[in-house]
């Protein structure tokens, strides 16, 4: 008797055993990293100067073909809007095809078409890539410009503009953008019910026929293709398209204030403020401080762990998120971070944002922070390698952005290189607690009052203008 | 060592309207945890995720918004792993992560480096193992999703349509109220409360594991038994809504005054069970009526009448059945009534008329296309067969979903059009401005 019991107690710690071999009190070790490969896409140029990318990948029998035009930025003055009525309007029927038939004919293969004033993008399934190519060049070559369809586009778009009165992120945003680039820049300018109606056909072809040039742009085609296959099909399809002189713009790139200044924008209704720190940014797209930004922005209100996201939401509970985030552009970047917050806290969340943007000039960036964000990095660099467009992507960035050729490959290097003392000294140059933007949409009358301990307020209405 | 079940599907198929095949191996545990994995090793990353079925259905109707609310709370930490960690330490391997909460289900993956795998597993485990969760937690989580109410619904314009359509086209079944659920049911709430929650449904019987990606079949079954065998299978009935929404002879009708310029119209329909075979015909219904710029609604009211800025049609599909919503915003100038009217009429002739070969077929490719294009990520593989192990029965339905739209017929979308678009048995709702709003009227 005593015997069998002692097997199955015996039995019993055996199974224990088993069990208790799983050490929970720390991390699993992990694997030996796995080697990223960033892939090759395939190029060439035809005669008219179109720049070619193909990255092929067999994972899905469909492809995507992509083209951007790298254009200066216009200023459309009392004709705001018509340059985002280029697209829709090429979309609205060619020389050949009434816009019922376009939109017929690409739903009758499950295609997608998009256009807008500087890209386009075609996809379908490989088996529809003949129809598929012949129906986009149909579509940036042979557009009908039909006065009928523009007087629509010009309704939604007014109609476009009612909903945004009453949207408060949209509200935010085109007061964001007023403020910090005037409404006289490219990138400040504001589309009302007057410019819509001011724009007709002629602006929208003259457009077209000044920018849509062969010589500024980048096609990439990506998936279930070989070059010799894309080859074939750009050379049948756009070696036609005419090269031509593409005028060149310059323009200032923003200021920012002297001192901090709080705009109010006022919506009753709302319960929550949207709160948005703004600043305009000197950075390019191959400044050599560009990856040590990305990481002063990715520890500031880059992810879930980040300063703004732990204090404003996990410690705070004032939001559902906070972020921020550092815009290379080659003229005016931007830095933004921005949160919605419940009405009554409005004040208080100001106070933690500028808290927060201040003490990232204090040399107070830890290694361990750092350590932090380049993990983040170097995770969605490898995780947005799965999507075979970002190779066509990296390729294009390269030319357009005039990067090394090496800038990719050797990101994860570079990214790794950056020193905690690189970032304390750089953060006081990029971080501006007392020369920016402060834009709140919500409910003014309930805490305007404590809100010029911040800076001048300043009041604009929602359409973006200054209240007077 | 018991024998598991391991099935290996080979991609095989013969038909022209085909989609590429998913291949995948699953095992149970002994407590009841369902286990699929799926090999790509094109890219070095993981997917790992846990469906627990559980979602607000399953709430006692004094404690709406529960499943919501725990999913917050599940990120709070373990027994091993301290407040606030989960997140910071699956970021600093270079992953990341989230979950979301539906009326069905609760949903939390990671995506990460494939040689943190091992870790992945572990985390999970740990959060179905012994989740701790303490006051400080609850009240900070509390806050967060009262904010995620405000920023979502009340503070967006036409942001409370599917509450308000819930409300309306669910009279018995739980499907009524929303995931977010009732603040002042939050606020009520007691740890102890979440805990039982917790025991009862947080079980690995009611949990299906999916990790998809840059992985070894073998390795990856261990850890999996190493992590996931010592948690105990749940001892609590689950509970589950067993009423059936009855089948409504009337017309529910109201207004909503909102903070917004254009009305906006709202139907919805009620739909049959997710696993019902008209699902298919329906969402090739749905395509008909909104999918492409040369759609039926689209053509006419955004396009020819201009009468709308834009209309979609939105199936909500759901285990017990969901809803089909049909959202058209008014152009400027144009009243609810006007736009709705439209509607209707292009809506009665599908039921009079049915749909041409040639659009039938064009429905075709546009379904084909999206069934081709649905798994192009390892995320979102992992997600896919882990709902179509749950709502379908088995994982490998995610190889035949060209398979059943293969199987409806052209007379079919006639059909469910008729059955399922039943003027008598839908909700109609009208946004309209607050601006609009009768003086005395009652505000919703």
């Known amino acids: ?468 | 060592m018991k024998q598991f079940f391991v099935i290996l599907f080979l991609g095989i198929s013969f038909n022209s309207l085909a989609q590429n095949q998913i291949k995948f191996k699953e095992f149970q545990l002994d407590n009841g945890l369902n286990v699929i994995m799926h090999q790509d090793n094109t890219t070095p990353i993981t997917a790992v995720s846990l469906l627990y079925h559980v979602g607000s259905k399953n709430e006692n109707p004094e404690r709406t918004g529960f499943a919501h609310f725990f999913e917050h709370l599940l990120f709070e930490g373990s027994e091993n792993i301290g407040r606030g960690e989960y997140m910071k330490k699956i970021e600093s391997i270079g992953g990341t992560l989230n979950a979301f909460t539906s009326n069905d289900q609760t949903y939390y993956y990671e995506v990460v480096p494939s040689n943190y795998l091992e870790t992945a597993l572990y985390m999970e485990s740990e959060r179905m193992l012994h989740a701790k969760i303490d006051t400080v937690g609850v009240n900070t989580q509390r806050e967060v999703v009262k904010e995620e109410r405000r920023q979502r619904y009340e503070n967006q314009p036409y942001g409370t349509i599917a509450p308000e359509i819930l409300k309306r086209s669910f009279q018995v079944h739980p499907y009524q109220w929303a995931p977010i659920g009732s603040m002042d049911h939050l606020n009520a709430a007691t740890l102890e409360e979440f805990m039982d929650f917790y025991r009862t449904f947080y079980v690995p019987n009611n949990a299906v594991l999916t990790i998809a990606g840059d992985l070894d079949y073998d390795q990856t079954e261990k850890w999996v038994r190493k992590y996931f065998s010592e948690i105990p299978k749940g001892t609590k009935p689950i509970p589950r809504p067993n009423v059936t929404e009855p089948k409504r002879n009337q017309e529910i009708r109201d207004i909503i005054y909102d903070n917004i310029q254009l009305p906006a119209v709202i139907q919805a329909y009620n739909l049959p069970a997710l696993n019902h075979p008209d699902i298919y015909a329906l969402g090739m219904l749905s395509t008909y009526l909104t999918g492409g710029k040369s759609s039926l609604l689209t053509k006419e009211l955004v396009d020819r009448q201009q009468k709308a800025l834009a209309i979609s049609a939105i199936p909500l599909e759901l285990e017990d059945g969901g809803v089909v919503l049909l959202y058209g915003i008014a152009n400027i100038g144009v009243v609810a009534d006007s736009l709705e009217s439209s509607i209707d009429t292009q809506i009665e002739r599908v039921k009079a008329e049915g749909v041409s070969e040639k659009d039938f077929q064009k429905l075709m490719a546009q379904v084909e296309n999206s069934v081709v294009s649905k798994n192009a990520s390892v995320a979102g593989i992992a997600q896919n067969l882990a709902e179509s192990k749950v709502y379908l029965g088995n994982a490998n339905e995610i190889n035949k979903e060209m398979e059943k739209y293969n199987k409806v017929k052209r007379e079919d979308i006639q059909r469910v059009a008729k059955q399922y678009f039943d003027k008598n048995g839908r909700v109609v709702l009208h946004y309209l401005p607050k601006a609009s709003q009768p003086v005395k009227a009652e505000t919703k």
């Open chain 1, 1 to 468: 008797m005593k015997k069998i019991s002692l097997y199955i107690v015996l039995a019993l710690l055996s199974v224990s055993t088993i069990f208790a071999q799983v050490d929970r009190s720390q991390y699993p070790e992990p694997a030996p990293a796995p080697e990223i490969n960033i892939g090759d896409a395939e190029t060439f140029t035809l005669a008219n100067g179109l720049k070619v990318f193909v990255v092929e990948n067999h994972k899905l029998p469909r492809i995507t073909v992509s083209l951007v035009l790298d254009r200066d930025p216009v200023l459309e003055g009392a004709k705001k809007g018509y340059i985002n009525m280029v697209g829709p309007l090429m979309m609205a029927g060619t020389k050949t095809m009434s816009k019922d038939q376009l939109d017929e004919a690409i739903d009758q293969i499950g295609a997608r078409i998009n256009v807008s004033s500087s890209s386009a993008s075609a996809s379908s399934l490989k088996k529809h890539q003949e129809t598929l190519m012949k129906l986009f060049s149909e579509v940036l070559f042979n557009p009908g410009f039909p006065p009928a369809e523009l007087d629509k586009i010009k309704k939604q778009v007014i109609s476009g503009l009612a909903t945004e009165k009453d949207d408060p992120k949209a509200i935010a945003a085109k007061v964001s953008r007023a403020v910090l680039y005037g409404k006289d820049h490219p990138y400040g300018e504001i589309t009302n019910e007057e410019t819509v109606n001011a724009i007709n056909v002629a602006d929208i072809q003259s457009y077209y026929n000044t920018y849509f040039k062969p010589n500024i742009g980048y096609l990439a085609i990506v998936g279930d293709i070989n070059k010799k296959e894309a080859e074939a099909l750009v050379k049948k399809y756009f070696s036609s398209w005419k090269k031509g002189t593409v005028p060149t713009h310059q323009w200032e790139p923003a200021k920012s204030p002297d001192g901090n200044k709080v705009i109010l924008v006022d919506r009753p209704a709302s319960v929550q403020s949207i709160v948005t720190l703004a600043y305009p940014v000197d950075l390019k797209f191959n400044s050599p401080e560009r990856i040590q930004v990305s990481l002063l922005s990715s520890i500031l209100g880059g992810g879930m762990t980040s300063r703004l996201f732990m204090n404003l939401r996990e410690s705070k509970g004032y939001t559902y998120g906070a972020y921020s985030s550092i815009r290379p552009d080659r003229i005016s970047g931007d830095f933004q971070a921005d949160a919605s917050v419940r009405t009554e806290v409005t004040d208080s969340a100001v106070f933690e944002f500028y808290k927060e943007l201040k003490n990232m000039t204090a040399n107070t960036i830890t290694e361990e922070e750092l350590e932090l964000a380049k993990a983040n990095l170097t995770g969605s660099f490898g995780r947005s390698l799965e999507n075979p467009a970002t190779v066509a992507s990296f390729a294009l960035n390269i030319d357009i952005h005039d990067l090394p050729k090496d800038y990719y490959r050797n990101y994860l290097k570079n990214l790794n290189a950056v020193k905690v003392t690189d970032l304390n000294k750089i953060a006081p140059k990029y971080m501006k607690p007392a020369n920016s933007y402060m834009i709140i949409v919500g409910n003014t009358s309930a805490f305007k009052e404590r809100l010029d301990q911040f800076g001048e307020v300043i009041y604009y209405t929602a359409d973006g203008n200054i209240k007077k």
